[in-house]
């Protein structure tokens, strides 16, 4: 996270230009390079000190809606019997579950106003809510359209009333283990969130480092991809930092792949069709350190800009 092309460039010399820590420092010019990639972005930081809210940016919980909408619910897929030959052994439990239409989980609520102009910079609504849906079951092996579902939501707050959740997702939650050993989060603490401006550079894996002639061949140096990732992680050497999980929350921008950049094999076209809308990590989400990975929420940048959140793809992805 950087405040300003100062503060970034600062950061970068300090780190990537040592001898010490690089054995080749890296030089002006592919500073100056990586620092044309860098671009605005939004962390959804915790809300520490604001109350508990119905409305507002938050996470978990319960969705704000209109009167006239219902909790949004997972279709089964219309190629279920083709997925069933891929579900079989350890995954038999997914297709248990995708076999049934199913509420999505309630993940993220972000109230757009919140942004300021930045959220106009970066080609999203000025005005209203994004509701994020998502099926954490059938969303672990497939990022189709049916497995998420966004909601962009204009309704004045003062019309908006808290939805019920779900009674079988409480029933789902319980009934994943019985010993209460091992947790599949269906319902996610619920928390007051806010929309922080920052600066933030593409990590090695995102396509923009990957398609940059001159810094390709650096993002495949293990030494530079070490320090250039700890940089960015905000992390002193080799050691994690506890908040790790909540600097990921994250809205635009680019993502920070756990493995492959996300937007790679997310049909029709390409990467470069593709804009990273949200990125959640799912453990601090959850408040449960045994939660692993990261959802990724895509759109079509054709669709952003004509504001149809229809098609949004959920990438899952672990370590």
Known sequence: MFSSLTDARQQLVEVLTDPEALESPLTTVEIEQILSHLAPQLWIAPGDGLPERETGTRFGGAPALPPDVDWPIRPVPADLAARAQDLVGNQSWILRHIERALPYEFLAQIELAEAGPVAAELGLPASGRLLFFWDGVGGLTSSEPEFARVLWDETPRDELAQAAIPPVLEEL???????????????????????????????????????????????????FHCCYHQLLRGEDGMTGREDAGQRRHRLMGTPEPEQDDPRFGVEPNGPADWQLLLQLDLGDLAQNSLVEGTVYFLIAREHLAARDFSSVRAVYSQT
């Open 173 to 223: 939650e319980r009934a994943y283990d019985l010993t209460g050993k091992y947790k599949k989060p269906y319902i996610y603490p619920s928390r007051p969130m806010r929309l922080q401006p920052i600066l933030h550079l593409p990590f090695c894996g995102a396509r923009e480092m990957l398609d940059d002639p001159l810094l390709s061949m650096r993002a495949e140096d293990f030494d």
